[in-house]
């Protein structure tokens, strides 16, 4: 089965529709698919939350499909978003110096993609 691992920290929410998409058609394809929002990209988070949000629906299925692996500590700790994320329920991977690490997603053959 192949395995990809979509980091993403762009926080343009063009790219982010893109993750949201990826992640989903792999998953679709019978793929594993992981999503961690990294970096700028968690300056979304709240906004991802509400349901007028254009990517609400897409972030909404993500989430309960079980795509995403969840959001750098450091990153919505310095993007004041980490109440966000503690709301939605999402992991807080802080396993490399508080951000999350892609060296445990290449040890278990997952294929890095980021954006």
Request: aromatic letters at 6%; one cysteine or more; a neutral charge.
């Amino acid at each position: 089965m192949k395995k990809t691992a979509l980091f993403v920290f762009n926080g343009d929410p063009m790219c982010f529709i893109h993750v949201l998409l990826n992640a989903l058609d792999m998953h679709a394809r019978g793929e594993e698919a992981r999503i961690v929002v990294e970096g700028a990209a968690t300056r979304l988070l709240p906004d991802l939350d509400q349901g007028g949000h254009p990517l609400h629906p897409l972030w909404d299925k993500a989430k309960s499909a079980g795509l995403v692996a969840g959001a750098c500590r450091a990153c919505c700790t310095k993007m004041k978003t980490l109440e966000s994320a503690r709301a939605q329920h999402l992991a807080l991977l802080e396993d490399m110096s508080g951000h999350p690490g892609m060296a445990d997603y290449r040890d278990r053959g997952f294929e890095i993609i980021t954006f």
